[in-house]
């Protein structure tokens, strides 16, 4: 893999259906999986296999038809977890078991009632019964964010020299602030002995509203590996969002990274997920809202007509959306009416604007938004067209 090269690992079918009431089924989570694999995702994390039933199905099903990327299975550091994960994945091409264990104190202490060394050895022994099974492993180290940077290296090394492929560092929580991430991956890449044999993944949740920002500071500082969903959904606040990281590198080119992601897809897949898990996204969602490509400024709809970047810095096309929406409101201005006038079929002159603007603003105020048939309803009333 290039330097330059950041793998894309999307968990939507795995951590993104842990949002409460979203469960998809084994056909569902196919046609999301195919889409996924078109998309130029790296790695499918397609479940948890040994969760239920319908989950080792799922698992199973996706391997048999992903053509090109990675398919993956979450276990916990226990020996039938990783067997049956090893079952789900005989079909995958390129199959991968993703197991892991909690390093924070908090974790050790209170969820397994245990001791540092007590859990490098655990990790060891799943990360080598895993290695029986399949080539590529992936070690998560759960809470990495507020676990110790030292005693994190001491896992990261162990768990190397048994097998591990990839280090997952995640900020389990999303407590961490994006240089406090960025450093601890940093600290890892300097003082881990055999870092070069694997390859560090970030898995940034959302609590703070951090994820993506930590997830592009993990890069910048020598992850090679960003773990995310489409839409950002996930468990509690969320995960990273993949079409941000995405366009962040694609919009950033000075940071010399770049994702084998088709982002003409980045909308399609978008609306797939949500209509597939009943959830709304929020018009405002970064590259694929409702809103991310609308206006309805007067100020900002004269200057995206005048030249579309003048507020724009993505082309929406780019990302799979037809157009920018000029939304016609109260407060927009004579140009939007204008062009969008023009659009149903009225060339408006000056002078016959000013008389149709001061009407459409006695509309305007009466309604959240201005229609085309409203347009035609509002040059009627001004009987400037009979």
Not at 47 to 76: H, M, Q, Y
Not at 184 to 202: F, H, M, Q, R, T
Request: proline share 3%; aromatic share 6%.
């Amino acid at each position: 893999m290039s330097n330059t090269q950041i793998q894309i690992f999307d968990t939507t079918l795995r951590d993104g259906e842990q949002v409460p009431g979203c469960k998809l089924n084994t056909p569902q989570k196919i046609i999301i999986a195919k889409q996924l694999d078109l998309l130029g995702v790296d790695v499918i994390e397609a479940g948890f296999p040994v969760s239920s039933p319908g989950d080792f199905k799922s698992v199973e099903e996706i391997s048999k038809i992903v053509k090109n990327a990675t398919v993956c299975g979450l276990t916990r550091s226990v020996e039938n977890d990783i067997k049956v994960a090893a079952d789900a994945l005989k079909h995958a091409k390129r199959p991968r078991i993703h197991t892991g264990i909690g390093t924070s104190d908090s974790h050790i202490i209170h969820k397994f009632k245990s001791n540092k060394d007590a859990i490098i050895e655990r990790a060891v022994r799943a990360v080598s019964y895993a290695k029986s099974f399949v080539e590529d492993v992936e070690f998560y180290a759960e809470d990495a964010g507020r676990t110790d940077n030292e005693y994190l290296a001491r896992v990261c090394e162990a768990v190397i020299k048994a097998g591990a492929t990839v280090l997952n560092i995640p900020d389990t929580t999303g407590y961490c602030l994006p240089h406090e991430y960025g450093a601890k991956i940093k600290y890892l890449k300097e003082n881990v002995k055999g870092i070069d044999k694997a390859i560090i993944s970030c898995h940034c949740h959302n609590d703070l509203g951090l994820a993506t920002a930590n997830s592009i500071e993990g890069i910048i500082n020598g992850a090679r590996q960003i773990e995310c969903t489409i839409n950002g959904i996930g468990e509690r606040a969320g995960n990273t969002a993949l079409e941000e990281v995405v366009m962040i590198m694609k919009q950033h080119p000075y940071l010399n990274l770049d994702t084998n992601i088709n982002t003409q897809m980045l909308y399609g897949i978008s609306q797939l997920v949500s209509e597939s898990m009943g959830i709304y996204t929020q018009p405002n969602k970064a590259i694929v809202g409702a809103n991310a490509f609308a206006h309805s400024s007067g100020i900002h709809q004269d200057g995206v007509i005048k030249n579309r970047e003048t507020y724009e810095i993505i082309d929406p096309k780019d990302v799979g959306v037809t157009e920018s929406a000029i939304l016609l409101t109260a407060r927009s201005g004579r140009a939007a009416l204008a062009y969008r006038a023009k659009n149903v079929g009225y060339e408006l002159t000056k002078l016959e604007l000013d008389v149709v603007y001061a009407e459409f603003l006695n509309f305007a105020d009466t309604k959240k938004e201005v229609i085309d048939s409203d347009i035609h309803e509002i040059i009627k009333t001004t009987k400037i067209y009979n």
